[in-house]
Structures are given as structure tokens and as C-alpha cells.
């Protein structure tokens, strides 16, 4: 493992990498294909170079990371040369505000262990009923014939769940869908900020966006009743909300629970994420299964079999191999967090090069997951590769579907067993179709990875299995 320089003539000893020769004849082009399509862009980059390559973007430089020796170092070994890029540490603060995707430093772990209750194995087992039972309803009226934007149900499955779990069955139905779109408006208006070539130095919403500071207006009202309901009754009602709630700290000698602020920070944090990524995730799995109808047989044959046409729960999820093995796959193929930005804060080194401060470390786990040499024969989707040995095998930071380093997600494992939950209930009742043959889904590097124009599938429904 390499060492943190000590010294700045130790730093200026080290090479400085040399820019990349991408195939861009000026800087308006590159503007162009960074708003434009960034995959293409991080695939041009990841051509022009090996490990690390650098390149220009507008005033300031960019280093890709794209290996799992370097990425390691960027994200743990090094970690506190870094922080998060200007899209999270800037321009996401009026949703996010301090909240763990934002936060930094010291007040980053405390927050990290304030949370940490809310995600213990024994709280996220209870919420593997509701999240099944929430698939069953989503596929009751769905008729066979039927074509239907799967991007969007996931999204109303998902949020559905996430409002559960966030804030208890008894508030589902009041507040979960009006927050829902509230939610998409204001990230509507921050997907546009993080797009435009010409930005705000301020990170509020500008009087002029009406919508915008609307929506987030409703969405802090709301979770602030929310708390302030919690607060009259404190206990663990089950639910995200009231564990942050109860929750206390005492790592520096004195006990610290939340303030009202903190606490609407994570819910937001946690309301944003809990959803957006799996909800992605699942169609992305759909999709691969309507692509790949032995291996979807293959999911629905395991499911029939330890299932019997009885709703999942937790304890089948053992019995269920081949399901989470699609899942990881998928979430190698399509990771919905397709791009991890660092900001140096100060000078520093990486793979035995020179970083200057303020540069740019970009580390792309599409990239990364699509290395041939830790993922063979890397874009085809090949499931069974996920066995144990195969597993133990990975260089660490090899596979990143959740990120890395102490800011790995602390939800990682609910996400996981939610997407497990719901791919073996679904499949259990429907088997989806492309919408004909051919028919190639574009992904679309937004904030996340996204299926550009949604993702029509076609319905058939199941005969039940008894």
C-alpha cells in the first residue's frame, strides 16, 4: 500500500500525467459530449489511456481512475485527500442539504454512525414483508397483452416501499405519493442545473423556478410534521424515521441524538436514493431477462420451485441463488450509479502520479465492471459467473454497484435484499416481452443510469403455481 507523501518536494518529484490524446479537436466538442452522451465520453477516455489518464475539461484537469489498484487508493487508502464533486457538494444541497451523500469529514462518520441502527440486519429483515407484499399489489391489474413502461412501475414500486419503510404503513397513503411528485419535480430541476453548461454560483433555487421551490417547500414541510409527530411519541414504530429518531451517538465522550435539521437531511437523503437507484436497477434486470428468455425460465423454474406460488420472505432468499445471481449481474451491466466524482483537496498522488488540488478523480464503475480482465467475455450477460470462488476472487474495487471506501452505501444491504424480494415476486406472476424483435433499450447517463424514454416491455401473465 502506498504511502501519503510527507512532504511537498516528495509531491513535485512525481510525474504529472500526461494529458490524454483523445480524438476531440476543441473543448466545445468535449462540452458537447459531456452534456450530450457521457458514456461515450467516459468510453473515449477509458480508450486513450491505461489506469490513469487525464484530460482537460474546461479549466480545471480530470483524472480517470480505472482499475481496481488506483480506485482502491482514491477511495479508501487516500480517501481523506478527497471530497465529493460540485453535482453533491454544491448544486444538490438545497434537497440533500448536510445529509450522508453530501456531508464530509468528521461530521460525515458521526451522521454515518447515527444511521447505522436504521440499516442493522434485524431492522432492514422486518421490512422484507412489506416490500413483497407491495410487488403483489403493483402486478394485480396488469393484463396479459398489455405493454408497459416497466421503468415507470419500478419507480412506483420502489417509492411506494421507500415510503413505507421511511415512514411507517399508517403515513403511505397521505404522504407518499404527493412526496413521490414532489420528489421528481425538484430533481427534474436539478438534473437541468447539473446539465447546463452555464451554472449559478449559488446553490439555492432561484426565485424564478416556481415548481421547483414548491415541490421542496412541500417536501420539508412534510417531513418536518413527520419528525415533529415522532417527537410527541418517541419509539421505534418500525420504521427509518423513528430509529434516526432514537438514535444516539456517544464515540467522543457525550451523547448526541439528531437535531430536526439532521434528521430531515438523512429522511430526504434516504427518500431520494432508497428509491431512484433500485427502481433503475430492477428494469435494468428486466430488461436482460426479456433479452434472455433461458435464463429468465431459469429464474422463474428456481422461484416455482422454492416458492410454490406463495409470496417470498426473507428466509427464501437462501433458497433463491440463480435470482440474486441475475440481479448482481445486471447491477454489473448497468450500475445505476455509473460515475463516482472526487475533488482533491489538496496536493496528492495516485498510482505513483501526481494530483494536483482541485483535480478531478472520476472513477466509473461501468467502466471498471467492463474490465476483460476481471470479467471475462465483460459484455455479455452471463449470471452463473456469480459463484462463491468467483466472488473471493474479485480484486477489491473491482465491482462497485454501491461504491467503495468508509462511503460505501449504508444501505447496500436493504437494497439488495429489496431487489432480490421483488425480482423473485414478480417473477413468480409475470413474464415479460420485448416489445418486438430487435428492440435495443439506450441507456442514459443521467443522474443516474436510466433507460432513455423508459422501457416498454409487454406482459404475460402466469399460470399459478400450486
Known amino acids: ?82 471530497r465529493k464533486g460540485p453535482a453533491l457538494s454544491v448544486y444538490s444541497r438545497p434537497l440533500l442539504g448536510n445529509g450522508l451523500l453530501t456531508s464530509e469529514g468528521g461530521f460525515h462518520r458521526k451522521q454515518r454512525r447515527l444511521s447505522a441502527p436504521a440499516f442493522a440486519h434485524r431492522q432492514i429483515v422486518g421490512y422484507a414483508k412489506p416490500m413483497a407484499e407491495a410487488a403483489e399489489r403493483l402486478q394485480e391489474p396488469w393484463t396479459t397483452g398489455q405493454t408497459l413502461d416497466v421503468s415507470r412501475e419500478m419507480m412506483r414500486l420502489t417509492l411506494g416501499i421507500v415510503g413505507t419503510t421511511l415512514f411507517g404503513v399508517g403515513n403511505l397513503e397521505d404522504d407518499a405519493d404527493t412526496l413521490g411528485r414532489s420528489l421528481t419535480t425538484v430533481m427534474q430541476y436539478f438534473l437541468k442545473v447539473i446539465q447546463s453548461p452555464v451554472r449559478l454560483f449559488s446553490a439555492t433555487i432561484p426565485p ?61 437523503t434516504l427518500f431520494l436514493a432508497g428509491h431512484e437507484t433500485t427502481s433503475n436497477a430492477l428494469t435494468w434486470t428486466w430488461y436482460l431477462l426479456a433479452k434472455h428468455p ?49 475533488q482533491a483537496t489538496t496536493d496528492t498522488q495516485l498510482g505513483g502520479k501526481r494530483i494536483p488540488a482541485r483535480a478531478i478523480v472520476l472513477v466509473s464503475p461501468y467502466l471498471l465492471h467492463r474490465r476483460p480482465e476481471t470479467f471475462p467475455e465483460p459484455d455479455r450477460f452471463l449470471p452463473e459467473r456469480w459463484t462463491a470462488p468467483f466472488e473471493k476472487s474479485l480484486p477489491r474495487h473491482a465491482y462497485l454497484p454501491f461504491g467503495g471506501g468508509p462511503r460505501i452505501c449504508i444501505g447496500a444491504a436493504f437494497a439488495l435484499m429489496e431487489g432480490h424480494l421483488l425480482l423473485a415476486t414478480l417473477a413468480q406472476r409475470i413474464t415479460f416481452r420485448l416489445p418486438h424483435t430487435g428492440y435495443e433499450a439506450t441507456p442514459e447517463p443521467l443522474i443516474t443510469l436510466r433507460p432513455r424514454g423508459g422501457l416498454p416491455l409487454v406482459v404475460t401473465r402466469r399460470t399459478a403455481t400450486v
Open 1 to 82: 500500500m502506498p504511502e501519503a507523501p510527507e512532504m511537498t518536494d516528495t509531491l513535485d518529484t512525481l510525474p504529472l500525467l500526461p494529458v490524454a490524446p483523445l480524438p476531440l479537436k476543441d473543448q466545445a466538442r468535449l462540452l458537447a459530449i459531456f452534456f450530450g452522451d457521457r458514456l461515450q465520453m467516459l468510453l473515449r477516455f477509458a480508450e486513450s489511456g491505461g489506469e490513469l489518464s487525464r484530460f482537460r475539461f474546461a479549466s480545471r484537469y480530470v483524472v480517470l481512475a480505472n482499475a481496481p489498484g488506483v480506485v482502491g487508493e482514491a477511495l479508501l487508502e487516500r480517501e481523506a485527500d478527497y
Open 208 to 268: 424564478w423556478e416556481v415548481r421547483a421551490k414548491a415541490s421542496l417547500g412541500h417536501l420539508d414541510a412534510t417531513i418536518y410534521r413527520l419528525i415533529a409527530d415522532r417527537r410527541r411519541e418517541p419509539r421505534n414504530a418500525g420504521d427509518l424515521l423513528s430509529v434516526l429518531l432514537l438514535a444516539q451517538d456517544t464515540e467522543d465522550g457525550e451523547t448526541a441524538t439528531m437535531t430536526d435539521q439532521q434528521v430531515r437531511d438523512e429522511v430526504m
Open 294 to 342: 433461458l435464463i429468465y425460465a431459469k429464474v422463474q423454474a428456481e422461484v416455482d420451485e422454492v416458492l410454490g406460488g406463495r409470496t417470498p420472505t426473507y428466509d427464501d432468499l437462501s433458497r433463491l441463488p440463480v435470482t440474486l445471481q441475475v440481479l448482481k449481474e445486471s447491477l454489473r451491466l448497468y450500475p445505476p450509479v455509473y460515475a463516482i466524482v472526487r
